[in-house]
């Protein structure tokens, strides 16, 4: 075969020297970079917005234009720094080499204004509080200033974006549709929204009304605006703080959001949101320990919906990652997935307020109406008292419930403070033995072996790993002589060994036992047993939830009773009186 000649090129020619580029070729490799998109225009206005302590933001698009304009109230410019503002590595955050590691801005570089001048053209208005009035400069490509004149408005800042990558014809044409961009936009305002709950934001599009969110205190009052069919009421949050290993003074820990899961999920895990020091960030090891810790409390192929907020030392973070900052090196992150997945485990664990009232009638008539179809997993052995009132270290909660009836053999009715509720007993069973079994993991030793017949290299491999050791008991015959507690009277156990042998881990197996274990539904139990089973199940962790994701407990409250009864109507003639 012939040599594939090799044709000159200046690539290939050892002629050509190696020199550095010019600043102008450099500064359009990092603007290209940088803003690669209308969304990422506007994200970079706005986080400058916030650097500035804005308290309110407008964000106005026309995007067949190629227009963008971001007006905050914030700490305004005077003439001398807008001046500099486009000039490229010009910025107030960070002076030296050690400001790099204790930043705590969302800029730093000085870099976005001038990307910004670069792909399209800039205008800035700016007005500080003690000024009579303000200033617009236009800005060339470079990011020197052309024009200077005064303007009156109101303190803050306007920057406006026109021709937007006009300079740049190839990536204009290769931008998706508009509807798409929006969506690209409307992600970021939400993402910044909710890492700064308090700021007021307003959009427009096209001169009208397009996005508007409220403040709130913390990000639980965002959610329901941006997520339909979610109730402020479906939402837990919490706070916990860590000690810092800075000498910095900054309140470190993480902030946390979940929808109870009883009562919210999602098709894709689109709403699993990390956000460190008030950045929405992709960090997978993060967002992988958070659907770890939401594990057998959601039904399958369904994923949370989770906002996590960590606030870190600026030491402990680094930023220089990728050029927009999406993702960053965090010290110590194996510690904070672990705090993380224990800060939702917590939440996961408080008792929460009753379902929407519009909810109620619909939830009623489905749970009644669905009839669990007989399974192959026998009553418990013993559901006696006490069988079921075995201590467990667990703290206690409030709401204590008293049982009332059985329902069809399957539902236990209840009475609480402030109205009713009705619980599955199955799954209510199933979830405190799966938390006792991870609790207390114990084999016992079996008084005459179970001998199966036909096992697998990977069935083998499953019980080794289980700890069931099984031994060899003739041609293609093991005898298992111990396995876990819960199995250890039952009739159908070599059913329930084969079952444990397809697979899974120790995790897997309890969650297997638990169901094989809990007491049927159909099963008849007498008041004192009901009371047993409800005070252990509210005494687990996640008593929402069972091990396969099914809403455990069904809550009527007072105050939706006494709305469907029409008690709050006015007693007139019609009654005699």
Same mark, same amino acid.
């Given at each position: ?34 803003? /690669? ?20 933001? *407008? ?16 700490? #305004? ?21 050690? /400001? ?38 236009? &800005? ?53 929204? %909710? ?15 397009? %996005? ?9 009052? %965002?959610?329901?605006?941006?997520? @339909? ?17 800075? /000498? ?19 098709? @894709? ?36 919906? #989770? ?8 030491? /402990? ?59 192959? &997993? ?43 509720? %009705? ?41 080794? @790993? ?29 059913? #329930? ?25 159909? *099963? ?15 005494? *687990? ?37």
């Amino acid at each position: 075969m012939a040599p594939i000649p090799v044709v000159d090129s200046p690539h290939t020619d050892p002629s050509r020297p190696i020199q550095p580029l010019p600043g102008e070729v450099v500064h359009s490799i990092a603007a290209g970079e940088v803003i /690669d998109s209308l969304a990422a225009a506007v994200r970079e206005l706005v986080e400058n917005a916030l650097d500035a302590g804005a308290t309110h933001i *407008t964000v106005a698009l026309w995007p067949e234009q190629g227009r963008v304009q971001v007006a905050d109230n914030g700490i #305004a410019m005077g003439l001398d720094n807008l001046h500099q503002a486009a000039i490229p590595h010009s910025t107030s955050k960070i002076r030296t080499q050690a /400001d790099l590691w204790q930043v705590q801005s969302l800029g730093f570089r000085g870099e976005a204004l001038h990307s910004l001048a670069q792909v399209s053209q800039l205008e800035i208005c700016s007005r500080p509080s003690g000024n009579e009035s303000g200033w617009r400069v236009t &800005y060339s490509a470079q990011g020197e200033p052309l024009a200077t004149t005064p303007v009156a408005m109101a303190p803050g800042s306007v920057v406006t974006l026109t021709n937007l990558f006009d300079r740049w014809p190839a990536r204009r044409q290769r931008l998706p549709a508009i509807p798409r961009q929006l969506t690209q936009v409307q992600r970021v305002i939400h993402h910044c929204a %909710l890492a700064h709950p308090t700021i007021t934001w307003t959009a427009q599009l096209n001169d009208r009304p397009w %996005l508007a969110l409220t403040p709130s205190p913390t990000a639980r009052g %965002l959610v329901p605006q941006m997520v @339909r069919a979610i109730a402020e009421v479906d939402l837990h949050e919490g706070w916990q703080a860590v000690p810092s290993t800075s /000498d910095i003074d900054l309140a470190t820990g993480v902030y946390g959001l979940i929808g109870l899961p009883d009562r919210c999920h999602r098709p @894709r895990p689109d709403w699993v949101k990390v956000a460190v020091n008030g950045r929405l960030v992709t960090v997978p090891e993060l967002e992988q320990g958070i659907l770890q810790a939401f594990r057998h409390t959601l039904p399958r192929h369904r994923y949370p919906l #989770a906002f996590v907020h960590l606030t870190a030392a600026p030491s /402990d973070i680094d930023w220089n990652r990728r050029p927009d900052k999406s993702t960053l090196y965090l010290h110590q992150l194996d510690r904070w997935v672990t705090l993380c997945q224990s800060h939702i485990e917590a939440l996961l664990g408080q008792q929460g307020s009753s379902l929407p009232d519009a909810n109620q009638q619909q939830r009623v008539t489905q749970l009644l109406k669905t009839a669990e179809p007989g399974g192959a &997993y026998g009553p418990a052995d013993d559901l006696s008292a006490s069988s079921l009132s075995d201590t467990l270290p667990y703290r206690d909660r409030p709401g204590r419930l008293r049982a009332i009836a059985q329902v069809h053999d399957r539902y236990i009715l209840a009475e609480q403070t402030d109205g009713l509720c %009705l619980i599955e007993q199955h799954i209510a069973h199933e979830r405190v033995l799966y938390e006792r079994l991870q609790d207390r993991w114990r084999l016992v030793p079996l008084t005459t072996p179970v001998v199966l017949e036909g096992l697998t290299e990977k069935q083998l491999e499953q019980f080794q @790993r289980l700890e069931l050791a099984p031994e060899e008991f003739g041609p293609n015959r093991w005898a298992i002589r111990q396995v876990p507690a819960p199995l250890g009277d039952r009739d159908d156990l070599p059913d #329930a060994l084969l079952e444990l042998s397809l697979g899974g881990n120790l995790d897997t197996a309890q969650v297997a036992i638990a169901c094989r274990t809990a007491i049927r539904n159909g *099963t008849p139990m007498d008041v004192s047993t009901m009371q047993t089973l409800l005070d252990d199940w509210q005494q *687990t962790r996640q008593p929402r939830t069972c091990p396969h994701g099914r809403p455990i407990c069904l809550t009527l409250s007072e105050t939706s009773l006494a709305r469907f009864f029409r008690r709050s109507w006015v007693v007139g003639k019609s009654h005699g009186i």
